[in-house]
């Protein structure tokens, strides 16, 4: 009578239906708070711990950033000593070197963000059609090692391939080429920045993917086949909406995530001559608010990132829930 | 009353393989070995590389001659770091640190998404906003140094394993899981007179053990990792873990912080440090991972529930 | 602490600049408290009463003092080491360590600070990283106490120091920071050449850059297929890039670069403070680093490649000409071109520009910042005498850096008799000791050893190092700039401008050196720097400059 810990029912059965509304249901009326506690008090009971974590760990701190408004010293009180209201919110929007990096972070996360977001997609695919299952899981393990190796590693390689005397360089002097000088060229910043993420991440990306993968019941490849499906259609109709909800909720996540470009690969990678493509926000509030102590005027950039972030979410959620149902919320 | 045939087990989820592959399938399978071959490439050669180097002599390393394969083998800068009591004071610091951490994250995440999962419940979509607003809005590195200090939490375990609980980015992925689960399964065991509690703990997470896996896999990996908070709410040498141990160590031996002339020893370390420190810290997730991966395999018995 | 990084020299320079100056604004304004200093009665135990110069401190009773303790990893921290044992026998105290990894020290320091937790002794801070705290009080203003600190005060006097003390004063007058002192400006940077090539192409050792062209010159035309000069020291965050090149460079022409730069230099002839980028010395002295670029004898990617990548261009023998410190030289040039046959390489003293045989620079090092809380310590006196006799007395210096007479070392270095006992070693001193004085004893730690007297410099050094102390040591020292501290205010808007501008001249430093941009354009570039309130930077400057000289002289 209990449920049998081997059952695997197929949800891709509602590949019509947008995941997680079962057809059929009815809504439930109104009801008092008394009578919804009762009935769920289970429930929130489970979420008690997290919300106190949430709580005290991200709502709590989060009252330091009032010093965006306030003039903030260093060793001073963290709430800052005196209230100077919009200040270095304008200070940061009427200096033009602000809005070169918004830009640059905007066509930088913008640029990444349509390559690392398929590309996982694509290879967990890939490895899906894989037959043997050694194989496939060699490759698998192989691919993700780029994500174990700290960024300065990382960018050691990165300098290393691209300098004149590089593997790069030397393939193009073995076709003739004459060798490009990529770290002190701004219009290869960018390239080399994508490439480098799409080649940290790809591997470690297909993880979430294939563990989507194997909740798609075989079934359903069977009964597609006998319908005359080939590889593609099977593809098409069966693997992407199995693994649908996964991919929605992560595309969400990063177009609301796709600003924050971390500092410390930029930093590695850029010098004076690229600046003008490859300086960001990070970078730009690193130089200019950590190392001199201005936390002021980077805590005012930092919330301005933060809303910017938010809207994105938001509005990325809602084009997600109208066009195929998925929502964070 | 739910009962459910029994057909035959078959071994493994995904795409059951056709006899005759057609020759568009041929072509496909052979452009795709194409690929996979260049991802492997691309991928292990660093590694390659990187491994070769931990064990050459550093004149090799600083000419430039190391490629595939070790110059002029030792293992020097291998036997300075293992024999260092400090260093497995620390390794052993890192893994009590991620084991105790991914248990936390992984109780607090489940129990978190399973609520949020719940489209009936009421207040969801604030409870689900309380967890965004975070992924946008944080203090900031001093509010969260005050914070932790003034909770008594410095130099202890609690500095590590509690202020990065929960990442949104796990539970939000985790949601969508749950709520990809058939709504019957649960609803036929709330007839059955299971509570919340059960249910979750004997339907939904049996049937959840691919993304457990994986979010056991996320958090571990973070925490083995995470060097930071380690760094900054710890003030002392033995409750380092072993990433700050191998960080500091790197910006010793390389940094110019050394005073006078260094050994034959401390210049083969600098030569090849980092990627000895790859090495280590790598090494432990590879071995581990085989172990996981077969819970990715999760679709044992197929069939249809009755209702 | 002996070792010149960018960061001290960069903070040297950060006081100021003199090319060509006359002497500073007299013995500075805020003059170790000749007035009244804050009243002390409370804050006395443990404290010695009668404590002069040359005594050597014993707490009354036993007292422990909070310190910052960073740890470096070629000698980690030991709470047990002779170090620690002695220092509590000879004075009493003992030191409770927050040990901190070197790798991000001053990140933590800069959180604990912030954070109000701090030790009480902050150690390790290069100027002007102390300025950031000053506005919330969060540390002590130093200077109120220096009357509790003879040998301090006695240094400054015998070596006249106090021109370079008075760079680091703020617009109150007082200073924050108690820094390690140097008898003489301590060079370090300079080129290492190759000088099996310069025998075998008859060539003699540059004296001066002009000299460095025709060896440049004559090496390329013996292999006209390499870059002679292939320089390091250019991955961020460094200002442009070759920044050790541009930084010797920059000072024989009488200007900022690279390491050393600084957004204004004092330019005694005009009685004023005039924007470094912008001046006509830098422009020559980009025209000089063109010239080595244009006739193929630098290597362009020297301004923005790893520092592996320019060691192994030495290493494999692609190029002769590297820049260098007495560390890497020993540790990385030499070990690096050992496998080449017959390659030996050699520092050379650095070569002379238009300022002649002068070096330019402070002679002040990284220091210690104290915790306000000690104000309110009952110990504050006992402390300040401590540190006193620790960092300042010559018998503490010489404590901290060789140990226990008898012990670690034998004789003195006044005769020269100094010698490390035979079982000990440090660097390339004693090479056949078997105990490292750094790792087993904790001597000669990066934390307590601080500045000193030119002979004690010179004991640590192997000869050849000695040899190019003694030409640099030979040179005319010129003065530091006059005091010019902003105001918190100031120093906010200073900072956002600063921003700008230092990137501004950083790309076009590279650029003009690269010749992606002719000099015809310099013009433009100076209109650029205008734009980006370069005018306003040196006016802010000049009014500080001005207002110091009329509040304290």
């Known amino acids: 009578m209990s449920a049998p810990d081997t059952v695997q029912l197929p949800p891709g059965t509602r590949t019509a239906a947008p995941p997680g509304r079962a057809p059929g249901r009815i809504r439930p009326r109104r009801r008092t708070v008394r009578q919804v506690l009762r009935r769920d008090w289970q429930l929130y009971s489970l979420a008690v711990l997290p919300l106190l974590f949430f709580a005290v760990f991200r709502y709590l701190p989060m009252a330091g950033n009032v010093i965006a408004f306030r003039r903030y010293h260093p060793g001073g009180s963290i709430f800052g000593d005196r209230w100077v209201g919009l200040h270095y919110v304008r200070l940061f929007l009427e200096d033009s070197t602000f809005w070169h990096v918004f830009t640059n972070t905007l066509v930088l996360g913008g640029l990444t963000l349509l390559f690392t977001f398929p590309l996982p997609i694509v290879l967990a695919l890939l490895l899906n059609e894989v037959r043997t299952r050694w194989l496939r899981r060699f490759v698998q393990s192989i691919s993700y090692l780029p994500h174990f190796l700290s960024i300065v590693v990382v960018a050691g390689i990165i300098v290393e391939s691209l300098s004149t005397d590089g593997v790069v360089n030397q393939a193009l002097r073995a076709v003739g080429h004459s060798p490009i000088p990529f770290i002190q060229r701004p219009e290869w910043f960018r390239p080399m920045y994508v490439s480098s993420e799409v080649w940290q991440t790809v591997g470690w990306g297909t993880i979430l993917y294939l563990a989507a993968l194997t909740t798609i019941d075989g079934n359903l490849y069977e009964a597609a086949r006998i319908d005359g499906a080939g590889r593609w259609r099977q593809t098409w109709h069966v693997t992407l909406p199995g693994i649908r909800p996964t991919m929605m909720t992560l595309l969400i996540l990063n177009i609301g995530t796709f600003m924050a470009i971390g500092f410390e690969k930029v930093l590695l990678l850029y010098n004076p001559l690229t600046y003008p493509t490859a300086d960001v926000i990070s970078t730009y509030v690193y130089r200019v608010g950590v190392v001199t102590g201005s936390f002021s005027y980077a805590a005012a950039i930092g919330l301005f990132e933060s809303l910017v972030g938010l809207v994105l979410v938001v509005s990325a959620n809602l084009v997600s829930r109208r066009a195929v149902g998925t929502s964070l919320w | ?307 | 602490m002996y070792n010149l990084s960018r960061r001290q020299v960069l903070s040297g320079a950060g006081a100021g600049a003199a090319a060509l100056a006359l002497a500073a604004c007299g013995d500075g304004g805020g003059d170790d408290n000749s007035t009244k200093g804050p009243d002390l009665s409370a804050n006395r135990e443990g404290a010695m009463d009668k404590y002069a110069a040359g005594d050597q401190f014993k707490a009354t009773q036993p007292l422990s003092f909070s310190i910052m303790m960073l740890s470096n990893a070629a000698y980690p921290y030991k709470a047990d080491w002779l170090f620690f044992q002695e220092l509590t026998k000879r004075t009493n105290v003992t030191l409770q360590a927050t040990v901190v990894p070197g790798s991000d020290y001053n990140q933590k320091r800069s959180v604990m600070v912030s954070g109000g937790n701090a030790p009480m002794i902050i150690p390790k801070t290069y100027r002007p990283d102390e300025e950031q705290y000053i506005a919330s009080g969060a540390i002590l203003p130093v200077s109120d106490y220096t009357s509790l600190m003879p040998n301090f005060t006695d240094q400054v006097k015998k070596w006249k120091l106090e021109g370079d003390i008075d760079t680091m004063r703020q617009d109150d007058g007082k200073f924050y920071l108690l820094p390690g002192l140097h008898e003489d400006v301590w060079k370090d940077y300079s080129l290492a050449i190759r000088t099996d090539i310069l025998q075998k192409l008859n060539l003699t050792i540059p004296k001066t850059w002009d000299d460095l062209l025709t060896v440049l010159r004559a090496m390329k035309a013996a292999y006209p297929d390499q870059y002679p000069f292939s320089d390091r020291w250019s991955v961020p965050p460094q200002p442009a890039g070759a920044n050790a090149l541009l930084s010797i460079l920059g000072e024989a022409y009488g200007t900022w670069a690279g390491f050393s730069w600084n957004h204004t230099t004092w330019d005694p002839k005009a009685g004023k403070f005039v924007y470094t980028g912008a001046m006509d010395e830098y422009k020559k002295m980009l025209q000089y680093v063109n010239t080595m670029v244009s006739e193929k004898l630098l290597d362009p990617e020297s301004f923005t490649q790893t520092d592996d990548n320019a060691r192994q261009k030495f290493a494999s023998g692609k190029s002769f000409v590297i820049s260098c410190n007495a560390q890497t030289l020993a540790n990385e040039c030499r070990p690096d071109i050992a496998k080449i046959p017959g390659a030996t390489v050699v520092k050379i003293p650095v070569p002379i520009g238009p300022i002649g045989s002068a070096k330019t620079g402070t002679r002040l090092e990284s220091g210690l910042m104290i915790s306000s809380k000690a104000k309110d310590s009952k110990n504050l006196v006992a402390m300040m005498q401590f540190v006193d006799w620790l960092f300042y007395s010559d018998a503490g210096k010489m404590f901290a850096k060789w140990g226990v007479q008898g012990t670690t070392y034998t004789g003195s270095i006044d005769d020269g008799s100094f010698k490390l006992a035979s079982d000990v070693k440090f660097a390339g001193l004693n090479p056949t000791g078997t105990k490292n004085i750094q790792v087993e004893y904790g001597f000669f730690n990066g934390v307590f050893v601080y500045g000193g007297s030119t002979k004690l410099l010179n004991s640590q050094f192997p000869a050849e190092e000695k040899q190019f102390q003694d030409a640099m040591t030979a040179r005319k020292t010129l003065p530091v700039p006059p005091p010019h501290p902003l105001d918190a205010d100031e120093r906010e808007q200073a900072t956002l401008w600063e921003a700008g501008l230092k990137d501004t001249v950083a790309q076009q430093t590279v650029k003009f050196s690269l010749g992606q941009r002719p000099f015809g354009e310099w013009d433009s570039y100076v209109s650029e720097l205008k734009a980006k309130n370069m005018q306003q930077e040196v006016d802010t400057v000049n009014k500080s400059y001005e207002r110091y000289k009329k509040n304290h002289g």
């Open chain 2, 1 to 307: 009353m739910v009962t459910v045939d029994a057909p035959p087990i078959q071994p493994r989820a995904g795409r059951p393989r056709t006899r005759r592959p057609s020759q568009g399938s041929r072509t496909f399978n052979a452009v795709n070995a194409v690929i996979l071959t260049a991802v492997v490439v691309l991928t292990l050669y660093p590694f390659v590389n990187i491994l070769a180097r931990s064990f050459s002599e550093e004149h090799y390393i600083r000419s430039g001659q190391v490629n595939l394969l070790p110059k002029g083998f030792n293992l020097t800068t291998y036997r300075t770091v293992l024999s260092d009591s400090t260093f497995w004071t620390n390794y052993g610091n890192t893994v009590l640190y991620t084991v105790v951490g991914t248990l936390i994250s992984l109780v607090l995440t489940t129990c978190y998404a399973y609520v949020l999962s719940k489209k009936h419940l009421r207040g969801r979509t604030l409870l689900v906003g309380i967890a965004v607003f975070t992924l946008f809005f944080n203090g900031g590195i001093i509010p969260n140094y005050v914070l932790v200090s003034g909770l008594g939490l410095r130099n202890s375990l609690w500095a590590i394993v509690l202020p990065n609980a929960v990442s949104v980015f796990n539970l939000l992925v985790m949601k969508a899981f749950f709520e990809s689960l058939p709504a019957e399964l649960e609803e036929a065991a709330a007839v059955d007179g299971m509570g919340t509690y059960g249910i979750l703990l004997r339907v939904v997470l049996p049937l959840s053990k691919a993304i457990i896996a994986t979010m056991v896999l996320f958090y571990a990996v973070a925490y083995w990792n995470s060097w930071f908070s380690a760094f900054l709410y710890m003030d002392n040498t033995s409750l380092f873990p072993v990433t700050v141990y191998l960080r500091n160590l790197i910006a010793g031996a390389t940094g110019g912080t050394n005073e006078g002339m260094a050994s034959d020893t401390q210049l083969q370390i600098a030569a090849n440090i980092k990627a000895v420190t790859v090495v280590l810290t790598v090494l432990p997730i590879l071995l581990v991972y085989p172990f996981i991966q077969r819970y990715f395999v999760t679709g044992i018995l197929l069939g249809a529930v009755k209702e």
